[in-house]
């Protein structure tokens, strides 16, 4: 029976800034269980990073967590002290971060970063975790790692930082890593080979990931269940393979339109989402998602859905759902990424397993 | 000769100066001993302006106030001191007493070295400067790191105001001003029983006259405030930083994200600042040395260019040069140690 | 010739942005309130100078309005006298109004101030500018020279200057262009070796345009702003310097009322009327502060990183 390790309820996280409050978090509801990998997913700005953030209470300034509650095994994290909280991060839950140049001091050795990791919860004596820090770079496959432990940042390669933050993330044997788009500050051909050692790590380990990106091909290697975010949002949520057959909410299935698939037959354009990302300080009314939504009928510009569940283990925001949009829509959208005012094809306010419109 | 970013160290190397490899097979002793050898040219380059300058200037060493001296005598003494000779002469003869290192002899003060008077005035300015130094660099980036870890609070406006202030306002008004506050005011409050001296310096070597209180506030607030601004901006750039961020998710405490993290980035900037403020600390203190009597260098130098003393202004000169271009090398090399990522190169 | 349109067209580009920045950067300026309180003090001082100097009768606007009296008229049976309507802040040693005297010395500091930085423009200007576009042996002969002046404490070198040609306005005015020149070059220089480093560069070259003209164009609008902000920093450094000089009696002389020079007057009768020096004190530092708020102001205002 899966344990559930991480479960976060309705969280707000808001900055409160000159223009106004915005609403990074608006109410996200998600859980990672032990031993899995999540997928989290979204464009740039749909506060997938500020809610990872939030789950190690390292929103930055002007933000801060207004409401909701993060629970990590029994304990609410909203609610720990500064002792409590310390003793919490990169112990219990990791956090490896985007890009690896800038995420270590370049002024300090690599190894002793790693070590530091260790010998500020005391779960290691100090020389153990010298020697452990050795180990673990091995574990990640960095060569040469007794030599390597003396360098600085700058010495290493691109993808082998990554790999010294990823050994970093796992010194003290998290139940938990959220990785925070690990792969995109490097090139194509490492981007495979860490991709590699995390699967590997996965299966050694059993360490849970949460695995923020925007890259749809990642979270296919990588994750079993996988929760799509727009606007500060769950939008969807579900396991890997039912998202990627048959996404309901329109902006998952956007995303998976923009990214070439192997399994298509048919040599389908790739659809880009027009528009822009929503402005957070005062988000359009209805459904965030309306104005670039290629199948929006009225109702949505005036009603926001909540998560209807769609099928088993799977919900989604939306009053229209992929399924209940005609074929020949989605046709029209694949062709020409206008929006097409589906008030003429618009099906039952419920969704309902009619009409076959395929993905 | 620069200090840049370059190729990885070797591994391995050792602490030993001449063994550390630096970028395109440079070492660090080869790289010193090239920077010595680059002051030589310098060095001359400044005897020849200073030199040829000096002697555009109107009037001679010979001049006094009031009574004037007869031309007959002035003859004599041009002649006695080698004066009368066409100017490129009298440059080749003072070149060929520096490389001797005879810097010659005062014109103002007959019978005495220059490199004497220059000894005898050294110890005062030394002890004003490393004083004022001492305490500034601690007061200094103590005020920067505070104000920049509580930013925009009253601690940060007032440290920041402060600074902006001292740093903005001449440091004779400063001196001034401390002499009315603590010298004038003091005698008048206390009905002339107690006020602060305002000049002189009684004992060359002893940081702990009161004496010295005024002139190294005076010489200090400037440099202080200069390196309080610094570090708070570069302690304000480095909290922005991504591996502040990473050493926080570590779960460290707040005390080692700040002193390992934070300032050992965000005062690598400020300790290259320290050089050249040592060394304005040093060459600059004239004002203040006239400005209390302090019988050091820099009222040495003043008074030499007033009177036309030229040997005593070339010395001088050369000295306050090679003190810059040393600390200024001292200071790059010690940016190898401080900062990883950087190599010297040519 | 594709690529040459291009060139035009991001030149422009450029240039239009930074017109752009302009506007926006004067906001930010006038949200800066130390900023704005500088600059204000300061073109209430630039009033001051100008109606001390003129009409050119001594004393100025100010003597005719009645407001003062005159900076060097002697009246030895009225010294160190204290405020009164003839005298808004008294005299001085020799009799004379002091307040007409800090006006005078604001006229003979802020010329100094700020007109030395056209000098300092054109110097360090030009000098930065070969440097960084002929590069090669010119630019290394260039830096090496810097290099020289930069060996020599500054402070000491205008010392020397002045005293070379004969303490006076002008000599204090030259020495100044010709000592603190130095840091403008290197800004220059640095600002047009990294135009040249861009693309569109590079392709004017190779169509075998000169991109002199290019980079010119381009030059300014980029750099005016760093180039401001250093020149405005370096008005209270003059005005320092000057006052400095003055103070030792290696500046401008008596009778000429600079600030510094009042401040040595005044400086022997410290214990018996400390406010003969605490006044031009104040002038001095009142006006470098605002010049040094004014220069925070543009500094953070003209920040391409800030833009938002």
Known sequence: MAQTLLQVEDLHTQFFTSRGVVRAVDGVTLHVDAGETLGVVGESGCGKTITALSVLRLVPEPGRITSGRIMFRDRDVTKMDDEEIRDFRGNDVAMIFQDPMTSLNPVTKVGFQIEEAMTAHNRFSASLAKSRVVELLKRVRVPAAETRVKDYPHQFSGGMRQRAMIAMGLANEPSLLIADEPTTALDVTVQAQIIQLMKQLNRELGTAMMLITHNMALVASLCQRVVVMYAGRVVEEGPVEQIFKSPQHPYTWSLLRSVPRVDEARKDRLVSIKGLPPDLINPPPGCKFHPRCPFVIDRCKTEEPSLGEVALNQVARCWVLMRNVQQADVEAAKASALSVEAAQKLKAEEPEVGSLAGS | MAVTAGAPRRRGALPFLSFIPQGRGTTLGIYIIKRLLWMIPVLFFVIVITFFLMHQAPGGPWDREGRQLSPAVIQNLNIKYGLDKPEWQQFLTYISGVIRFDFGDSLRSPGQHVSDLLLESWPYTFTLGALTFILLVPIGIGLGVIAALRQNSLVDYTALGLATAAASTPNFVVGIFLIILLAVGLNRVTGGTFYLATGGMPQPFNPFQPELIMPVITLGALPTAYIARLTRSSTLDTLRQDFVRTAWAKGLRARLVVMRHVLKNSLIPVVTALGPTFAFLITGSFIVETLFSIPGIGRTFVNSIAGRDYPLILGTTILYAVLIAVINLIVDVLYVFIDPRVRLTD | ?308
């Open chain 3, 1 to 308: 010739m594709a690529t040459a349109i291009g060139v035009a067209q991001q030149v422009d580009w450029d240039v239009a942005e930074q017109i752009g920045l302009w506007q926006d950067a004067w906001m930010r300026f006038r949200r800066n309130r130390l900023a704005v309180a500088g600059l204000v003090f300061i073109i209430l001082m630039i009033v001051l100078a100008i109606g001390a100097r003129l009409p050119t009768t001594p004393g100025g606007l100010w003597r005719i309005l009645h407001l003062t009296g005159d900076p060097f008229q002697q009246d030895v049976t009225n010294t160190f006298a204290g405020p009164s309507l003839q005298h808004l802040l008294g005299t001085d040693v020799l009799g004379r109004d002091l307040l007409s005297r800090i006006f005078y010395g604001a006229s003979i500091s802020l010329s100094i101030g700020i007109i030395v930085q056209f000098l300092i423009l054109v110097i360090g200007g030009s000098i930065g500018m070969a440097a960084g576009y002929f590069g090669g042996w010119i630019d290394n002969l260039l830096m090496r020279f810097t290099d020289i002046m930069y060996a020599f404490p500054d402070l000491l070198l205008v010392l020397v200057f002045v005293a070379a040609f004969g303490p006076s306005f002008w000599s204090i005015f030259i020495a100044l262009g010709l000592v603190y020149w130095v840091g403008l070059a290197r800004l220059v220089r640095g600002q047009v070796l990294s135009i040249k480093e861009k693309e569109f560069i590079e392709a004017a070259r190779m169509t075998g345009t000169a991109p002199l003209k290019l980079i010119i164009k381009h030059l300014l609008p980029n750099s005016l702003g760093p180039v401001i902000v250093t020149l405005t920093f370096g008005i209270p450094a003059a005005i320092f310097t000057e006052a400095a000089l003055s103070f030792l009696g290696i500046g401008i002389r008596p009778p000429e009322p600079s600030w510094g020079v009042m401040i040595e007057d005044g400086y022997a009768g410290i214990f018996a009327d400390p406010q003969l020096v605490i006044f031009p004190g104040i002038a001095v530092a009142l006006t470098m502060l605002s010049f040094t708020f004014v220069g925070d102001g543009l500094r953070d205002a003209l920040d391409p990183r800030m833009r938002r």
